[in-house]
């Protein structure tokens, strides 16, 4: 099944996009990112894909800043 949310493409390269992007930044930037790209697809929200799709996209990136911050209170609670 195709995957319109994290299509095979973003791995060319052996490494995920996202992961490289976390890999170069400060968390700071990741963070920020993650919240701009997620407000991208609720921007555009019927006009591109459908709004199904986008809200599916946005869900995804607000997950993945929802880990980070939870990656960090485990961190801290160690």
């Known amino acids: ?36 790209t997620c407000m991208k697809y609720l921007t555009r929200m019927g006009h591109k894909d459908s709004e199904l799709q986008e809200l599916k996209k946005a869900k995804w990136f607000i997950d993945k800043l929802i880990g980070e911050y939870e990656d960090e209170i485990k961190i801290i609670n160690e």
Do not use: C, W
């Open 1 to 36: 099944m195709k995957d319109n949310i994290n299509p095979d493409h973003y791995a060319v390269g052996g490494i995920e996009a996202i992961d490289y992007f976390k890999a170069k930044s400060t968390k700071e930037e990741f963070r920020g990112y993650l919240r701009l």
